[in-house]
Protein backbone atom coordinates (compact mmCIF):
# COMPACT_ATOMS: atom_id res chain seq x y z
CA UNK A 1 0.00 0.00 0.00
CA UNK A 2 1.16 3.56 -1.36
CA UNK A 3 2.32 5.61 1.51
CA UNK A 4 -0.13 8.17 2.71
CA UNK A 5 0.47 12.27 2.85
CA UNK A 6 -1.95 14.64 4.67
CA UNK A 7 -1.32 18.40 2.69
CA UNK A 8 -2.49 21.12 4.59
CA UNK A 9 -2.47 25.17 4.52
CA UNK A 10 -2.55 26.29 8.14
CA UNK A 11 -3.93 29.24 9.92
CA UNK A 12 -5.15 32.40 7.54
CA UNK A 13 -2.51 31.53 4.89
CA UNK A 14 -4.10 30.64 1.12
CA UNK A 15 -0.73 29.87 -0.73
CA UNK A 16 -1.10 27.01 -2.36
CA UNK A 17 1.02 26.78 -4.73
CA UNK A 18 3.99 25.14 -2.71
CA UNK A 19 1.93 22.59 -1.16
CA UNK A 20 0.54 21.50 -4.65
CA UNK A 21 3.74 21.11 -6.42
CA UNK A 22 4.84 19.29 -3.26
CA UNK A 23 2.00 16.82 -3.81
CA UNK A 24 2.09 16.72 -7.04
CA UNK A 25 5.35 15.25 -7.23
CA UNK A 26 4.70 13.27 -4.10
CA UNK A 27 2.03 11.94 -6.69
CA UNK A 28 4.23 11.43 -9.38
CA UNK A 29 6.66 9.11 -7.11
CA UNK A 30 3.98 6.74 -5.92
CA UNK A 31 2.46 8.44 -2.85
CA UNK A 32 -1.57 8.69 -1.98
CA UNK A 33 -2.24 12.41 -1.75
CA UNK A 34 -5.07 14.08 0.15
CA UNK A 35 -5.07 17.96 0.07
CA UNK A 36 -6.99 20.11 3.15
CA UNK A 37 -7.26 23.74 0.99
CA UNK A 38 -6.24 26.81 2.11
CA UNK A 39 -6.32 28.25 5.56
CA UNK A 40 -7.38 24.69 7.36
CA UNK A 41 -8.46 25.28 11.11
CA UNK A 42 -6.01 23.28 13.25
CA UNK A 43 -9.25 21.56 14.52
CA UNK A 44 -9.77 20.43 10.65
CA UNK A 45 -6.48 19.54 10.69
CA UNK A 46 -6.90 16.95 13.91
CA UNK A 47 -9.88 15.45 11.77
CA UNK A 48 -8.46 14.80 9.19
CA UNK A 49 -5.78 13.01 10.27
CA UNK A 50 -8.05 10.84 12.73
CA UNK A 51 -9.61 10.37 9.73
CA UNK A 52 -7.29 9.30 6.87
CA UNK A 53 -4.08 8.43 9.28
CA UNK A 54 -1.72 9.77 7.01
CA UNK A 55 1.97 8.66 7.34
CA UNK A 56 3.09 12.35 6.65
CA UNK A 57 1.11 15.21 7.63
CA UNK A 58 2.87 18.02 5.53
CA UNK A 59 2.40 21.58 6.96
CA UNK A 60 2.50 24.91 4.89
CA UNK A 61 2.60 28.54 5.89
CA UNK A 62 3.91 31.41 4.00
CA UNK A 63 2.94 34.82 5.96
CA UNK A 64 4.42 36.07 9.15
CA UNK A 65 6.84 34.33 11.35
CA UNK A 66 5.50 35.07 14.20
CA UNK A 67 2.32 34.03 13.78
CA UNK A 68 3.93 30.66 12.22
CA UNK A 69 5.67 30.77 15.60
CA UNK A 70 2.26 30.79 17.51
CA UNK A 71 0.62 27.89 15.35
CA UNK A 72 3.69 25.38 15.40
CA UNK A 73 2.79 25.53 19.33
CA UNK A 74 -0.63 24.89 19.18
CA UNK A 75 -0.48 22.22 16.35
CA UNK A 76 1.87 20.40 18.70
CA UNK A 77 -0.11 20.56 21.66
CA UNK A 78 -3.49 19.38 19.82
CA UNK A 79 -1.71 16.65 18.33
CA UNK A 80 -0.42 14.95 21.34
CA UNK A 81 -3.39 15.79 22.88
CA UNK A 82 -5.45 13.84 19.78
CA UNK A 83 -3.04 10.96 19.78
CA UNK A 84 -0.99 11.24 17.03
CA UNK A 85 1.78 12.65 17.90
CA UNK A 86 4.05 10.00 16.23
CA UNK A 87 2.89 11.04 12.62
CA UNK A 88 5.94 12.43 10.70
CA UNK A 89 5.53 15.95 10.68
CA UNK A 90 7.33 17.96 7.85
CA UNK A 91 7.06 22.11 7.11
CA UNK A 92 6.78 24.23 4.07
CA UNK A 93 6.63 28.18 4.07
CA UNK A 94 9.07 31.09 3.56
CA UNK A 95 12.98 31.02 4.80
CA UNK A 96 12.03 32.94 7.58
CA UNK A 97 9.28 30.79 8.55
CA UNK A 98 11.79 27.97 7.68
CA UNK A 99 14.05 29.35 10.82
CA UNK A 100 11.21 29.58 12.76
CA UNK A 101 9.98 25.78 12.31
CA UNK A 102 13.49 24.32 12.68
CA UNK A 103 13.70 26.28 15.83
CA UNK A 104 10.27 23.85 16.99
CA UNK A 105 11.86 20.51 16.60
CA UNK A 106 8.69 18.81 15.76
CA UNK A 107 9.14 18.53 11.85
CA UNK A 108 11.29 15.92 10.09
CA UNK A 109 11.88 17.63 7.25
CA UNK A 110 11.60 21.55 6.27
CA UNK A 111 11.39 23.06 2.83
CA UNK A 112 11.97 26.69 2.40
CA UNK A 113 11.39 27.16 -1.11
CA UNK A 114 14.77 27.01 -1.94
CA UNK A 115 15.06 23.61 -2.85
CA UNK A 116 14.53 22.87 -6.58
CA UNK A 117 12.31 19.62 -8.29
CA UNK A 118 15.13 17.10 -7.36
CA UNK A 119 15.89 17.63 -4.04
CA UNK A 120 12.33 17.01 -3.09
CA UNK A 121 11.91 13.59 -4.81
CA UNK A 122 15.14 12.83 -2.78
CA UNK A 123 13.49 13.78 0.31
CA UNK A 124 10.11 11.64 -1.00
CA UNK A 125 12.30 8.52 -2.70
CA UNK A 126 13.60 8.30 1.09
CA UNK A 127 17.02 9.50 -0.25
CA UNK A 128 17.91 12.12 2.71
CA UNK A 129 16.82 13.81 5.76
CA UNK A 130 16.72 16.84 7.28
CA UNK A 131 19.17 15.49 9.98
CA UNK A 132 21.66 14.13 7.85
CA UNK A 133 21.50 13.83 4.03
CA UNK A 134 23.37 10.59 2.91
CA UNK A 135 26.16 10.45 0.29
CA UNK A 136 24.64 10.55 -3.13
CA UNK A 137 25.66 7.63 -5.48
CA UNK A 138 29.31 8.69 -6.59
CA UNK A 139 28.66 6.64 -10.15
CA UNK A 140 27.47 8.72 -13.29
CA UNK A 141 24.82 6.51 -14.16
CA UNK A 142 24.00 5.92 -10.37
CA UNK A 143 24.18 9.96 -9.72
CA UNK A 144 21.58 10.61 -12.85
CA UNK A 145 19.42 8.04 -12.02
CA UNK A 146 18.54 9.38 -8.65
CA UNK A 147 17.82 12.59 -10.19
CA UNK A 148 15.86 12.08 -13.15
CA UNK A 149 13.68 13.94 -13.92
CA UNK A 150 16.06 16.70 -13.24
CA UNK A 151 18.80 17.11 -15.15
CA UNK A 152 22.87 16.44 -13.26
CA UNK A 153 24.56 20.12 -12.93
CA UNK A 154 27.81 20.33 -13.97
CA UNK A 155 30.68 23.11 -14.01
CA UNK A 156 33.98 23.72 -14.92
CA UNK A 157 36.50 25.30 -11.95
CA UNK A 158 40.44 25.74 -11.24
CA UNK A 159 42.11 29.20 -10.65
CA UNK A 160 45.68 29.56 -11.16
CA UNK A 161 46.79 28.55 -7.81
CA UNK A 162 46.30 25.09 -6.11
CA UNK A 163 45.62 26.61 -2.59
CA UNK A 164 42.53 28.72 -3.57
CA UNK A 165 41.56 25.88 -5.84
CA UNK A 166 40.95 23.78 -3.09
CA UNK A 167 38.97 26.78 -0.76
CA UNK A 168 37.06 27.02 -3.91
CA UNK A 169 36.24 23.59 -4.45
CA UNK A 170 35.32 23.12 -0.92
CA UNK A 171 33.10 26.17 -1.11
CA UNK A 172 31.19 24.67 -4.03
CA UNK A 173 30.76 21.69 -2.96
CA UNK A 174 29.14 22.64 0.35
CA UNK A 175 26.73 25.43 -1.67
CA UNK A 176 25.12 21.51 -3.09
CA UNK A 177 24.37 23.82 -6.25
CA UNK A 178 25.96 21.28 -8.87
CA UNK A 179 26.67 17.48 -9.10
CA UNK A 180 29.89 17.24 -11.29
CA UNK A 181 33.05 19.81 -10.75
CA UNK A 182 35.03 19.54 -13.48
CA UNK A 183 38.77 20.34 -12.62
CA UNK A 184 40.75 22.36 -15.16
CA UNK A 185 44.41 22.01 -15.22
CA UNK A 186 46.51 24.60 -16.50
CA UNK A 187 48.55 23.99 -20.46
CA UNK A 188 51.39 23.25 -18.70
CA UNK A 189 49.71 20.37 -16.31
CA UNK A 190 47.77 19.13 -19.45
CA UNK A 191 51.36 18.70 -21.63
CA UNK A 192 53.87 18.00 -19.27
CA UNK A 193 52.45 16.63 -15.78
CA UNK A 194 54.70 13.37 -16.44
CA UNK A 195 57.93 14.88 -18.34
CA UNK A 196 58.05 18.38 -15.50
CA UNK A 197 61.31 19.23 -17.10
CA UNK A 198 59.46 20.29 -19.93
CA UNK A 199 57.05 22.82 -18.41
CA UNK A 200 57.57 26.84 -19.37
CA UNK A 201 57.93 28.19 -16.52
CA UNK A 202 56.25 31.58 -17.75
CA UNK A 203 53.19 29.69 -18.40
CA UNK A 204 52.22 28.52 -14.77
CA UNK A 205 48.61 28.41 -14.38
CA UNK A 206 47.83 29.08 -17.41
CA UNK A 207 44.12 28.11 -18.51
CA UNK A 208 43.80 26.29 -15.03
CA UNK A 209 44.90 25.12 -11.97
CA UNK A 210 48.36 24.48 -11.61
CA UNK A 211 48.37 20.58 -10.61
CA UNK A 212 51.83 19.49 -10.23
CA UNK A 213 51.55 16.36 -8.05
CA UNK A 214 49.49 13.52 -7.53
CA UNK A 215 49.45 14.96 -4.04
CA UNK A 216 47.71 18.37 -5.11
CA UNK A 217 45.35 16.48 -7.17
CA UNK A 218 44.43 14.28 -3.84
CA UNK A 219 43.89 17.74 -1.90
CA UNK A 220 41.62 18.70 -4.69
CA UNK A 221 39.60 15.91 -4.39
CA UNK A 222 39.67 15.44 -0.94
CA UNK A 223 38.06 18.99 -0.48
CA UNK A 224 34.77 18.01 -2.89
CA UNK A 225 34.13 15.53 0.17
CA UNK A 226 31.34 17.95 1.43
CA UNK A 227 27.97 19.68 0.92
CA UNK A 228 26.63 17.03 -1.57
CA UNK A 229 29.59 15.22 -2.61
CA UNK A 230 29.84 16.43 -6.13
CA UNK A 231 31.38 13.56 -8.57
CA UNK A 232 34.57 14.96 -10.15
CA UNK A 233 36.22 14.77 -13.61
CA UNK A 234 39.12 16.12 -15.05
CA UNK A 235 40.92 16.96 -18.32
CA UNK A 236 42.44 14.16 -20.03
CA UNK A 237 45.85 15.97 -20.93
CA UNK A 238 47.44 16.79 -24.39
CA UNK A 239 50.00 14.44 -23.99
CA UNK A 240 50.58 11.33 -22.20
CA UNK A 241 46.78 10.44 -22.27
CA UNK A 242 46.78 6.88 -20.38
CA UNK A 243 49.43 7.64 -17.82
CA UNK A 244 47.03 11.11 -17.10
CA UNK A 245 43.86 8.66 -17.04
CA UNK A 246 45.77 6.13 -14.41
CA UNK A 247 46.04 9.00 -12.53
CA UNK A 248 42.34 10.37 -13.13
CA UNK A 249 41.07 7.43 -11.78
CA UNK A 250 42.87 6.36 -8.99
CA UNK A 251 43.44 9.65 -7.20
CA UNK A 252 39.74 11.34 -8.20
CA UNK A 253 37.76 8.51 -8.96
CA UNK A 254 36.90 10.32 -12.58
CA UNK A 255 33.40 9.91 -13.24
CA UNK A 256 33.92 9.93 -16.61
CA UNK A 257 36.70 10.39 -19.19
CA UNK A 258 37.13 13.20 -21.99
CA UNK A 259 38.75 12.25 -24.76
CA UNK A 260 38.93 14.02 -28.27
CA UNK A 261 39.06 12.56 -31.69
CA UNK A 262 40.68 14.44 -33.71
CA UNK A 263 42.11 17.50 -31.58
CA UNK A 264 44.60 18.27 -29.04
CA UNK A 265 47.27 18.21 -31.90
CA UNK A 266 49.67 19.88 -34.13
CA UNK A 267 45.94 20.95 -35.62
CA UNK A 268 45.00 23.23 -32.52
CA UNK A 269 48.55 23.60 -31.27
CA UNK A 270 48.06 21.72 -28.23
CA UNK A 271 50.38 18.90 -28.71
CA UNK A 272 52.89 18.54 -31.30
CA UNK A 273 51.48 15.13 -32.32
CA UNK A 274 50.18 14.40 -36.08
CA UNK A 275 46.60 13.99 -36.11
CA UNK A 276 46.91 10.34 -37.29
CA UNK A 277 48.82 9.46 -34.29
CA UNK A 278 47.15 11.08 -31.86
CA UNK A 279 43.77 9.57 -33.25
CA UNK A 280 45.43 6.35 -32.43
CA UNK A 281 46.09 7.00 -28.86
CA UNK A 282 42.73 8.64 -28.50
CA UNK A 283 41.10 5.72 -29.39
CA UNK A 284 43.54 3.63 -27.00
CA UNK A 285 42.14 5.71 -24.30
CA UNK A 286 39.04 5.23 -25.18
CA UNK A 287 39.67 1.73 -25.27
CA UNK A 288 41.30 1.68 -21.60
CA UNK A 289 38.01 3.22 -19.98
CA UNK A 290 36.21 0.81 -21.48
CA UNK A 291 37.94 -2.44 -20.15
CA UNK A 292 37.20 -0.19 -16.68
CA UNK A 293 33.49 0.32 -16.90
CA UNK A 294 34.34 4.19 -17.38
CA UNK A 295 32.18 6.24 -19.38
CA UNK A 296 33.45 8.14 -21.59
CA UNK A 297 32.50 11.86 -23.58
CA UNK A 298 34.85 12.64 -26.94
CA UNK A 299 35.03 16.00 -27.29
CA UNK A 300 35.03 16.50 -31.10
CA UNK A 301 31.87 18.27 -32.79
CA UNK A 302 32.08 21.85 -31.36
CA UNK A 303 35.72 22.19 -32.17
CA UNK A 304 34.65 21.81 -35.70
CA UNK A 305 32.01 24.47 -35.38
CA UNK A 306 34.25 26.52 -33.11
CA UNK A 307 36.10 26.78 -35.84
CA UNK A 308 33.26 28.02 -38.63
CA UNK A 309 33.23 24.29 -40.44
CA UNK A 310 29.83 23.74 -42.37
CA UNK A 311 27.11 22.18 -39.83
CA UNK A 312 26.87 19.40 -41.81
CA UNK A 313 30.59 18.95 -40.56
CA UNK A 314 29.66 19.27 -37.31
CA UNK A 315 26.75 16.78 -37.41
CA UNK A 316 29.26 14.34 -38.97
CA UNK A 317 32.10 14.66 -36.40
CA UNK A 318 29.38 14.39 -33.61
CA UNK A 319 28.36 10.35 -35.29
CA UNK A 320 32.35 9.50 -36.27
CA UNK A 321 33.19 10.57 -32.19
CA UNK A 322 30.20 8.19 -31.00
CA UNK A 323 30.97 5.73 -33.04
CA UNK A 324 34.72 5.48 -32.87
CA UNK A 325 33.80 5.18 -28.81
CA UNK A 326 31.49 2.39 -29.29
CA UNK A 327 34.08 0.62 -31.71
CA UNK A 328 36.56 0.93 -28.68
CA UNK A 329 34.08 -0.78 -25.74
CA UNK A 330 32.78 1.86 -24.31
CA UNK A 331 28.90 1.35 -23.12
CA UNK A 332 28.28 4.74 -21.62
CA UNK A 333 29.25 7.59 -23.87
CA UNK A 334 28.16 10.95 -22.95
CA UNK A 335 27.28 13.10 -25.56
CA UNK A 336 28.35 16.94 -25.23
CA UNK A 337 25.90 19.67 -27.53
CA UNK A 338 27.44 22.96 -27.30
CA UNK A 339 24.33 25.50 -28.37
CA UNK A 340 25.47 29.14 -29.50
CA UNK A 341 28.20 27.91 -31.97
CA UNK A 342 29.50 29.19 -34.16
CA UNK A 343 28.33 32.54 -33.12
CA UNK A 344 25.65 34.02 -35.12
CA UNK A 345 23.74 30.68 -34.77
CA UNK A 346 19.75 30.83 -34.23
CA UNK A 347 17.28 29.18 -32.64
CA UNK A 348 16.02 27.22 -35.24
CA UNK A 349 19.26 26.35 -37.18
CA UNK A 350 20.63 25.09 -33.23
CA UNK A 351 17.75 22.98 -32.76
CA UNK A 352 18.01 21.61 -35.80
CA UNK A 353 21.71 20.95 -35.97
CA UNK A 354 21.59 19.44 -32.30
CA UNK A 355 18.54 17.09 -33.40
CA UNK A 356 20.26 16.20 -36.03
CA UNK A 357 23.44 14.96 -33.85
CA UNK A 358 21.16 13.58 -31.41
CA UNK A 359 19.71 10.99 -34.06
CA UNK A 360 23.13 10.22 -35.52
CA UNK A 361 24.03 9.46 -32.36
CA UNK A 362 21.18 7.87 -31.01
CA UNK A 363 21.14 5.39 -34.02
CA UNK A 364 23.89 3.61 -32.65
CA UNK A 365 22.55 2.54 -29.67
CA UNK A 366 22.48 -1.53 -29.14
CA UNK A 367 22.46 -3.77 -25.87
CA UNK A 368 26.03 -2.94 -24.97
CA UNK A 369 26.14 0.92 -25.95
CA UNK A 370 23.87 3.81 -24.79
CA UNK A 371 24.47 7.21 -24.87
CA UNK A 372 23.53 10.18 -22.29
CA UNK A 373 22.54 13.78 -23.62
CA UNK A 374 24.57 16.79 -22.08
CA UNK A 375 24.00 20.38 -23.60
CA UNK A 376 25.78 23.57 -22.81
CA UNK A 377 26.22 26.86 -23.68
CA UNK A 378 28.55 28.32 -25.90
CA UNK A 379 31.90 28.87 -25.02
CA UNK A 380 31.91 32.22 -27.60
CA UNK A 381 28.65 32.90 -27.01
CA UNK A 382 28.57 34.78 -23.72
CA UNK A 383 28.82 38.91 -23.63
CA UNK A 384 31.85 40.65 -21.64
CA UNK A 385 29.11 42.50 -20.04
CA UNK A 386 28.11 40.31 -17.62
CA UNK A 387 24.68 41.55 -17.16
CA UNK A 388 24.26 40.31 -20.83
CA UNK A 389 26.08 37.36 -20.07
CA UNK A 390 23.14 35.88 -17.87
CA UNK A 391 20.69 36.79 -19.60
CA UNK A 392 22.66 34.96 -22.57
CA UNK A 393 23.57 32.14 -20.41
CA UNK A 394 19.91 31.46 -18.93
CA UNK A 395 18.71 31.92 -23.02
CA UNK A 396 20.69 29.31 -23.85
CA UNK A 397 19.58 27.15 -21.65
CA UNK A 398 15.92 27.30 -21.83
CA UNK A 399 16.42 26.68 -25.74
CA UNK A 400 18.69 23.50 -24.14
CA UNK A 401 16.10 21.77 -22.06
CA UNK A 402 14.80 20.97 -25.56
CA UNK A 403 16.48 18.10 -25.75
CA UNK A 404 15.64 16.77 -22.40
CA UNK A 405 19.15 16.47 -21.18
CA UNK A 406 20.91 13.98 -18.44
CA UNK A 407 23.56 16.61 -17.76
CA UNK A 408 23.43 20.32 -17.88
CA UNK A 409 27.18 21.73 -18.63
CA UNK A 410 26.95 25.42 -16.86
CA UNK A 411 29.51 28.05 -18.22
CA UNK A 412 30.15 30.70 -15.80
CA UNK A 413 28.60 33.92 -16.80
CA UNK A 414 32.11 35.58 -16.06
CA UNK A 415 33.69 33.43 -19.03
CA UNK A 416 33.84 36.69 -21.62
CA UNK A 417 36.15 37.95 -18.88
CA UNK A 418 37.75 35.96 -16.15
CA UNK A 419 37.92 32.32 -14.52
CA UNK A 420 34.88 31.58 -12.65
CA UNK A 421 35.39 32.31 -8.85
CA UNK A 422 33.95 30.05 -6.63
CA UNK A 423 30.95 32.85 -6.04
CA UNK A 424 30.47 33.19 -10.43
CA UNK A 425 30.22 29.53 -10.19
CA UNK A 426 27.31 29.13 -7.21
CA UNK A 427 25.59 32.24 -8.83
CA UNK A 428 25.51 30.48 -12.56
CA UNK A 429 24.61 26.97 -11.34
CA UNK A 430 21.43 29.03 -8.90
CA UNK A 431 20.38 30.67 -12.51
CA UNK A 432 20.43 27.72 -14.52
CA UNK A 433 18.20 25.93 -11.43
CA UNK A 434 15.70 28.33 -12.23
CA UNK A 435 15.86 27.87 -15.88
CA UNK A 436 15.15 24.26 -15.50
CA UNK A 437 12.85 24.50 -12.92
CA UNK A 438 10.96 26.02 -15.29
CA UNK A 439 11.40 24.43 -18.17
CA UNK A 440 11.25 21.21 -16.70
CA UNK A 441 7.75 20.36 -16.53
CA UNK A 442 4.94 20.92 -19.37
CA UNK A 443 6.98 23.10 -21.74
CA UNK A 444 6.39 23.30 -25.31
CA UNK A 445 8.96 20.97 -27.47
CA UNK A 446 10.16 23.16 -29.82
CA UNK A 447 12.34 20.35 -31.59
CA UNK A 448 8.86 19.59 -33.20
CA UNK A 449 8.81 23.13 -35.03
CA UNK A 450 8.46 22.70 -38.57
CA UNK A 451 11.44 24.73 -39.73
CA UNK A 452 13.71 22.51 -37.47
CA UNK A 453 13.04 19.62 -38.77
CA UNK A 454 12.94 20.66 -42.45
CA UNK A 455 17.06 22.17 -41.77
CA UNK A 456 17.19 18.83 -39.73
CA UNK A 457 16.18 16.46 -42.71
CA UNK A 458 18.63 18.81 -44.62
CA UNK A 459 21.33 17.78 -42.38
CA UNK A 460 20.92 14.05 -41.98
CA UNK A 461 21.15 13.88 -45.76
CA UNK A 462 24.10 15.85 -46.15
CA UNK A 463 25.75 13.55 -43.74
CA UNK A 464 25.05 10.51 -44.88
CA UNK A 465 26.36 11.68 -48.37
CA UNK A 466 29.53 13.18 -46.32
CA UNK A 467 29.82 9.54 -44.26
CA UNK A 468 29.74 7.90 -47.56
CA UNK A 469 32.86 9.98 -49.28
CA UNK A 470 34.85 9.64 -46.38
CA UNK A 471 34.27 5.68 -46.54
CA UNK A 472 35.29 5.96 -49.72
CA UNK A 473 38.74 7.13 -48.69
CA UNK A 474 39.47 3.54 -46.67
CA UNK A 475 39.47 -0.41 -48.08
CA UNK A 476 36.82 -1.77 -45.75
CA UNK A 477 33.76 -1.68 -43.84
CA UNK A 478 35.59 -0.37 -40.95
CA UNK A 479 36.87 2.91 -42.93
CA UNK A 480 34.82 5.09 -40.25
CA UNK A 481 36.94 3.73 -37.37
CA UNK A 482 40.42 3.84 -38.70
CA UNK A 483 42.37 6.48 -37.75
CA UNK A 484 44.30 6.66 -41.06
CA UNK A 485 41.19 7.39 -42.95
CA UNK A 486 39.69 10.04 -40.57
CA UNK A 487 43.32 11.94 -40.59
CA UNK A 488 43.03 11.55 -44.29
CA UNK A 489 39.77 13.17 -44.71
CA UNK A 490 41.05 16.00 -42.74
CA UNK A 491 44.10 16.41 -44.97
CA UNK A 492 42.00 16.28 -48.16
CA UNK A 493 39.64 18.57 -47.15
CA UNK A 494 36.28 16.58 -46.43
CA UNK A 495 36.72 17.26 -42.68
CA UNK A 496 37.73 21.16 -42.82
CA UNK A 497 37.21 24.17 -41.42
CA UNK A 498 37.87 28.02 -42.66
CA UNK A 499 40.15 28.60 -38.89
CA UNK A 500 42.23 25.49 -40.24
CA UNK A 501 44.03 27.60 -42.60
CA UNK A 502 47.75 27.17 -42.50
CA UNK A 503 47.69 23.71 -41.16
CA UNK A 504 50.04 21.52 -42.13
CA UNK A 505 47.72 18.59 -41.88
CA UNK A 506 44.19 20.20 -42.94
CA UNK A 507 42.98 22.28 -46.09
CA UNK A 508 41.92 25.46 -43.81
CA UNK A 509 40.62 25.70 -47.58
CA UNK A 510 36.54 26.00 -46.77
CA UNK A 511 34.21 28.99 -46.87
CA UNK A 512 31.10 29.37 -44.58
CA UNK A 513 28.60 32.25 -44.08
CA UNK A 514 26.42 32.38 -41.41
CA UNK A 515 22.86 32.18 -43.49
CA UNK A 516 19.76 32.14 -42.16
CA UNK A 517 21.25 31.41 -38.91
CA UNK A 518 23.20 28.41 -40.12
CA UNK A 519 27.06 27.96 -40.83
CA UNK A 520 26.80 26.78 -44.65
CA UNK A 521 29.34 26.02 -47.00
CA UNK A 522 29.91 28.55 -49.55
CA UNK A 523 32.10 29.14 -53.07
CA UNK A 524 34.24 32.15 -53.55
CA UNK A 525 31.48 34.58 -54.14
CA UNK A 526 29.14 33.69 -51.72
CA UNK A 527 26.69 31.70 -52.73
CA UNK A 528 25.72 28.54 -50.97
CA UNK A 529 27.33 25.30 -51.77
CA UNK A 530 25.27 21.97 -51.24
CA UNK A 531 27.48 18.94 -49.39
CA UNK A 532 27.34 17.37 -52.68
CA UNK A 533 28.88 20.31 -54.52
CA UNK A 534 31.63 20.67 -51.81
CA UNK A 535 32.40 17.24 -51.58
CA UNK A 536 32.83 17.03 -55.57
CA UNK A 537 34.92 20.09 -55.17
CA UNK A 538 37.47 18.13 -52.64
CA UNK A 539 37.44 15.13 -55.04
CA UNK A 540 37.94 17.22 -57.90
CA UNK A 541 41.55 18.28 -56.82
Known amino acids: MPKKILGVVMGNCVHVAGIMTFLRLAEDVGYDTHFLGPATPIPDIISASLELHPDVLAVSYRLTPAVAESLFAELKGTLHDAGLSSVDLICGGTPPVAEVASKTGMFSRIFSGEEGPAEVLEYLRGQSSQQEASIPPQKLMERIVSRQPYPLIRHHFGLPDVSKTIEGVRKISAAKVLDVLSLGPDQNAQFSFFRPSEMDSLQHGAGGVPVRTREDLAGIYEASRCGNYPLMRC ?265 LKGSRFARGEVRTQMINGACIAVNEKGCSLTEKERIERVFGR
Open 235 to 499: YSGTRDLLLWAEMNKEVINNAWAAVPLCWYNALDGRSDRPPAESILENLKVMAWHAERGIPAEVNESHHWSLREAPDTVAVVAAYLAALNAKKQGVETYVAQFMFNTPMGTSYVADLAKMTAKRDLIESLHDASFASVRQVRTGLMSLSANMFMAKGQLASSIALAMNLEPHIVHVVGYSEANFAATPEVVIESCQMIHGVIRNQLYDAPNATLDSRVVARRDVLLSEAKLLLSAIESLGQGVEALTDPNVIAKAIEIGLLDAPH
